[in-house]
């Protein structure tokens, strides 16, 4: 295995253990989509729970660190250089009706950049990590971006609003894993406008450190990022296709 920093080993270990509720949680879930009045307060109550865990978890090793995350927002402790960004549950509304694509996202800003990111889709045992100048991973295998040049023979992932757009696209309806996906090479570029920096903090250094490329982010605005992400070799045409964006 490649060997990773004391801060992305907490990670991964904090993600294990969120994951563990998240899975049993789940599995009341689909029992709760026949019913009436259907799952939405579980599922609320799954994030808060998932969304402490990784908290508790994180704070044990690194009491300093701030922190911002979807549910309790910003949690600001002495030390503001270094700020966790969690995402308990990214793509809930995936959760909230059984379909099992889903993931926990956490990462690591030091001073204006992110340093580290993990994305992890417990259903299917899938973890995506990276850290600043140590490449991106996928189970411990080194990933990268996908190579295809002809944007005709290129998959895209977005989410959000409709607009006319031509090219071939999906909505898979979680940004982070949308994000780990194109770090993998199994979407060939993301595009998506109106997001929180806790949907994208993980997957722009895993999209980065697999070679890939990302619009400029402004990391003191929390809400309404818009992002493009995709190999170096399809960015300039892609970006072309979404001047409208």
Request: proline share 2%; aromatic share 8%.
């Amino acid at each position: 295995m490649n060997s990773i920093s004391a801060n992305l080993n907490i990670m991964i270990k904090a993600a294990e253990k969120a994951s563990k509720i998240l899975i049993r949680d789940f599995g009341e879930v689909e029992k709760l989509q026949v019913s009436l009045k259907g799952p939405s307060d579980f599922v609320t109550n799954a994030d808060k729970k998932v969304e402490k865990i990784i908290i508790e978890e994180l704070s044990k090793s690194r009491k300093k660190y701030s922190i911002i995350s979807e549910e309790a927002g910003e949690i600001v402790k002495s030390d503001t250089e270094n700020v966790w960004i969690i995402d308990p549950i990214d793509g809930t509304t995936n959760f909230l009706h059984g379909v099992p694509h889903f993931a926990i996202s956490i990462a690591l800003k030091s001073k204006k950049e992110i340093v580290a990111g993990l994305i992890f889709d417990p259903i299917k045992n899938e973890m995506f990590y990276a850290e600043k100048n140590g490449g991106a991973y996928f189970n411990n295998q080194r990933i990268r971006v996908s190579k295809k040049k002809n944007l005709e023979e290129c998959l895209f992932a977005t989410g959000g609003k409709e607009f006319k757009i031509n090219l071939n696209t999906r909505k898979l309806g979680s940004a982070a894993l949308d994000m780990a996906y194109v770090a993998a090479g199994r979407f060939d570029g993301y595009f998506q406008g109106n997001l929180n920096i806790w949907d994208i903090a993980a997957g722009i250094i895993l999209v980065e450190e697999s070679g890939g490329k990302i619009n400029q982010i402004n990391y003191d605005n929390v809400s309404e990022l818009k992002i493009i992400a995709s190999s170096n070799s399809i960015y300039e045409k892609m970006s072309e296709k979404l001047d409208n964006f």
